[in-house]
Each structure stands twice: as structure tokens, then as C-alpha cells.
């Protein structure tokens, strides 16, 4: 048998019902591997061991009797801290929130919890989900498990590190410009920003409104389908919340796909690092020696993209955060407090001029999926820089692809596509129509099956 | 383009003189972060800058904001 930690959702339960695991087992398991690894990846804001452990024991007793909820029954998940979980501070990694331990739970955590997952702990984000890692924080940021002197991406950083490390095997993490794809493509796992509206917000603490997005995390497309699965659907409480069928994981295969490369994104847009150029063009070959159908296609232009998404996330991350920018200023990180008072500059046309333009580009992308299946562009330009070379980090975080679908709201996916000279994880992103999840999840299951990805290191440690 | 969307174009970067900026910091309440964290307030201003001079401008009248007004009940 696998070790424990590096089992996937099916295999897990798989173990559960013939009864060679349980979920206090396997919960104690991550736990003693936390209390050792977690201190090189500060994956965690707060474990919370004793809940989790009740949950695990009502779990586990449920399912011995035969009432067993589903894929998800037993099953530990790592939350972001901008999520609330009833009894658990959100802190959002900042010291503006500490001590802001929430009432209720996160609609995307009651979905949880009512599939039978068990709440593992709150993990680490950038602050406020915004901005990069930061040292003038009440928490240390996340660090890379490939190689803990590189940064995990983000905002979304400790689902990353903590899934990657084999931490816990699911984790919910918020995405307003890549904050989930960013850490699933430095982190070598799969993170799904689903179409705007198809998940839930209510509870998670907001960054930009139109922009933001929860997203399911996992080690592999198969497991993030079924954290998806269980969190999607019409909230009411939610005022973006859409009641659309999700379609469910097909397995179909690549034959036949049509896929539209975007080949300017890292080009001439934003010239890619040639490693992550080169992974792009081996994920494409890989395609089409598969049977897809792969031809290049023209979006805008990636820096409109990107000044769309600045304009229109500063401008309501600033309308969030302005009373305690007036009060407290001195309580952000340096970098977050440089970041969000940004927005105290931009005028009303400038927002209002970034949000026609959406409009323009969401009919740029709506005819290019007349033609394609699937989008296939770069998510990052270049492997993760060194977490203390705050000269690289800075440099290399504006340089990606993974705005221009949350300014239009379509279903985006990153995933590991090879390793870096430096054995560090190289990516791609996928995008297809709106509710076209199952598309993306079915393309990235069967590109692992092809692709033949390596693992990190620390999972493999004992 | 024409009578679709409209092409964008761009805006020349116009960097806001410092004193401007602080004047307007001040107008918004700012203080303290002038106070303490001036060049974050500065560099602020000039992101900003930046951000405008890469807005894709519609020469479309009639192109909306998305998300267009939607009436009905929220709930």
C-alpha cells in the first residue's frame, strides 16, 4: 500500500470501506506529519486536531455502520484563512483580523462538512489574499516544498505547500487574479478556478467582488473534481451565486479536442522564460500526439488583460479596506499596505472604463470557444523565485497568465507540466466555456495519465 | 472594430507630482499612512498611474460596464 499521505480521495475511501484504514488513522497520520514537516513549510495558520479528531471518530463510526455520505466522508481538507470555519479565527494572515474568530461557517465549508469532510486546520495565504509573501507578518508565509528556499505561489499558499508536502489531501483556496492557480502551478498540483458564481463566496472574505472565486485544490484533477462536486451549487445568500448544473468528470479522453493555443500570451505579450516556453510547447506536442487538435488562437493582448484586472481589484479591494488604511495602516505588511492603496488613486472612470472593457474581452474569448473546446496558455512565466530575493519575487509574480479569466469568468485550470532545470515545478493552464469544468477536469486527468508527472520530494519522506 | 466595440487605446503615463499626491492622500483621510508610510502612499499613486496608462479605452459610446444592471429580487 501507498503511504497514507500520498493516497488520493478514491483510494481512500476505497481503504475505508474495506476496512484497512479509518478516518482516525489516517488523521492521525497527517497529524504527526505536520507536527514534523510543518515547521520547514508553515503550511498551517492553526491545526485544529482536537475538532478534527471528533469529526473523524463520527466519520469513521458512520461509516462502519454502513452510512457512508459520499466520496468525501472522512476526508481531511485544508481551508484558506480568508474562509470561515465556525470557532476558528479568520485572520486572513493579518494582524489587522486577529482575534476574529468566526460565528459561522463558510457556505463552502458547511457543504463540507454536511458531505462528511473533516476541517483539518487553516492555512496560510498571502495577506488579505493579495500582494506576495511577506516577513512583517503575525504568521511566517508558506515556502515551497520542491524546495523550501522558493516561494509556493499564491495567495493561496499554504493549500499549495500543504498538498504538495502530502499535508492533507484537498484544500479550498480563493482566486481574484491566479490566487489558486499561482500555488497549483508552483506547487506541482491541480487548482480549478470554476466559472464566476458557480461557488459559493458567502463567508470568505472579500477581495474584489467581481473578481473573486473559490477554487478546489488536490493533488490530482480526480480528487479536485470531487471537492468541487461537493462545494458547488446556488447559494442565495451569495448575490454572484449562479444555479447552473455542474457537469459531472466523463473521463473522457484528448482524441478529438480541439484546443486553442495562445501562444502571444507568452511570446510577445510576456516573454516566458524559455524552460517554461519549452514546457508549453511539449504540453502541446503531448496533445496532439494524443489526437487533440491544436491550433493557435489571438485573445487581447495579456497586459490589457492585466490592467483590466488591477483596475477593477484595487478599486474594490480600496473600497474594502479604506477605514482601516485610514486608521491602522501601520498594522498591514509593507507590501500589502503599498498594494491596496493603489486603489485610493484610481478615479471612477477608471473603474468604470476597465469594467466596459470586460465586456469587450469576454466577447473576445466567447468567439475564440466558437472554435475550440479548450484554451490552452502559460500560467506562470517562470519557475518560483527564492522567497527572500524580494527583488525576484516582485519581478517574477506580475508575470502570468491567469487574469484574463477572472476578469471574464471562465473556468481556468492550472497543472503541473514538467520540472525546471532546478527541479521546480513547471505549468499550464487550461480555460474552456463557462460551466465547462468537467471539459477541464476530464483534459487534466488524462493529461496526467500521458504526461507523466514526477512528485515532490517531501511527499515521498517518511 | 468600428461599430462593434470600438479598438482600445491607450493613455500616455502621466506620473502625479508628490505634492499633489499628498494633498490628495490627505483629502481621503490618509494621514497616518502619509505620516509613517509616505513612500508606500507615493508608490501607491504611481501604480496607479500605471494601471491607467494601460486601460484599454472603447471609442464605443454605447459600450456598458459589465456586469450590466440586472433588476430582480436578490434572493
New interface residues.
Given amino acids: 500500500m501507498k503511504p497514507l499521505h500520498s493516497l488520493g480521495v478514491t483510494e481512500i475511501g476505497a481503504a475505508y470501506r474495506e476496512g484497512t484504514l479509518t478516518p482516525p488513522r489516517l488523521l492521525r497520520h497527517l497529524l504527526d506529519r505536520i507536527e514534523r514537516l510543518d515547521q520547514r513549510v508553515h503550511a498551517f495558520i492553526q491545526v485544529d486536531a482536537e475538532a478534527a479528531m471528533l469529526a473523524a471518530e463520527a466519520a469513521g463510526a458512520e461509516i462502519a455502520r454502513g452510512r457512508a455520505r459520499g466520496p468525501l466522508h472522512g476526508i481531511p481538507v485544508g481551508i484558506k484563512d480568508i474562509i470561515d470555519v465556525a470557532g476558528l479565527p479568520t485572520t486572513c494572515h493579518s494582524r489587522i483580523l486577529l482575534g476574529n474568530v468566526a460565528a459561522t461557517d463558510a457556505t463552502v465549508v458547511a457543504r463540507l462538512r454536511a458531505a462528511g469532510a473533516i476541517i483539518i486546520g487553516k492555512l496560510s495565504t498571502h495577506e488579505f489574499a493579495l500582494g506576495g509573501p511577506a516577513f512583517d507578518l503575525p504568521f511566517p508565509p508558506a515556502r515551497n516544498p520542491w524546495n523550501t528556499d522558493h516561494h509556493p505561489g499564491g495567495s493561496s499558499s499554504g493549500s499549495g505547500a500543504g498538498l504538495a508536502a502530502g499535508l492533507f489531501p484537498l484544500a479550498l483556496g480563493t482566486d481574484t487574479g491566479g490566487s489558486v492557480r499561482n500555488p497549483a502551478s508552483q506547487c506541482g498540483i491541480v487548482g480549478l478556478k470554476p466559472t464566476y458564481g458557480l461557488v459559493s463566496r458567502r463567508g470568505v472574505f472579500p477581495l474584489a467582488f ?1 473578481l473573486d472565486h473559490v477554487g478546489p485544490m488536490a493533488r490530482r484533477a480526480e480528487d479536485a473534481a470531487l471537492l468541487l462536486q461537493a462545494i458547488a451549487g446556488h447559494d ?2 451569495d ?1 454572484g451565486s449562479v444555479p447552473a448544473p455542474l457537469l459531472r468528470a466523463t473521463g473522457a479522453g484528448i482524441a478529438g479536442l480541439r484546443v486553442g493555443f495562445v501562444r502571444h500570451f507568452h511570446e510577445t505579450d510576456m516573454p516566458a522564460d524559455p524552460e517554461v516556453a519549452a514546457a508549453l510547447e511539449r504540453a502541446a506536442a503531448l496533445l496532439s500526439a494524443e489526437g487533440a487538435i491544436v491550433r493557435d488562437v489571438t485573445l ?1 493582448s495579456l ?2 488583460f ?3 484586472n ?2 477593477i481589484l ?1 478599486a474594490e479591494a480600496y473600497a474594502i479596506h ?1 477605514p482601516w ?6 498594522d498591514y505588511a ?1 507590501l500589502t ?11 471612477a472612470d ?1 473603474y ?9 474581452m ?2 473576445r474569448v466567447e468567439q475564440a470557444l466558437d472554435e475550440v473546446d479548450v484554451l490552452l496558455t502559460a500560467s506562470s512565466m517562470d519557475p518560483p523565485a527564492r522567497i527572500e530575493d524580494a527583488a525576484e519575487v516582485a519581478r517574477t509574480y506580475p508575470r502570468q497568465a491567469r487574469t484574463p479569466f477572472n476578469v471574464t469568468g471562465h473556468p481556468a485550470l492550472a497543472m503541473m507540466a514538467g520540472l525546471s532545470s532546478g527541479g521546480l515545478p513547471l505549468s499550464v493552464q487550461f480555460a474552456a466555456g463557462y460551466f465547462q469544468e468537467a471539459r477541464l477536469l476530464d483534459l487534466a486527468a488524462a493529461f496526467e495519465r500521458v504526461a507523466a508527472l514526477p512528485s515532490c520530494g517531501m511527499l515521498e519522506e517518511e | 472594430m468600428a461599430g462593434t466595440m470600438g479598438a482600445p487605446t491607450l493613455h500616455k503615463a502621466n506620473r502625479m507630482e508628490v505634492s499633489l499626491t499628498e494633498a490628495l492622500a490627505r483629502s481621503l483621510g490618509l494621514e497616518k499612512a502619509l505620516a509613517a508610510h509616505r513612500d508606500d502612499v507615493v508608490a501607491a499613486s504611481n501604480r496607479a498611474e500605471t494601471i491607467r496608462a494601460n486601460l484599454p479605452q472603447l471609442r464605443d459610446p454605447a459600450a456598458e460596464p459589465f456586469p450590466p444592471m440586472c433588476p430582480g429580487p436578490r434572493r
Fill in positions: 467581481t442565495a445568500l448575490p487581447p497586459n490589457d492585466a490592467a483590466v488591477r483596475a484595487h479604506a488604511l485610514r486608521d491602522r495602516p501601520g509593507q499596505r503599498s498594494s491596496l492603496l493603489t486603489g485610493a488613486f484610481l478615479t477608471d468604470i472604463q476597465a469594467q466596459r472593457a470586460r465586456g469587450w469576454i466577447e
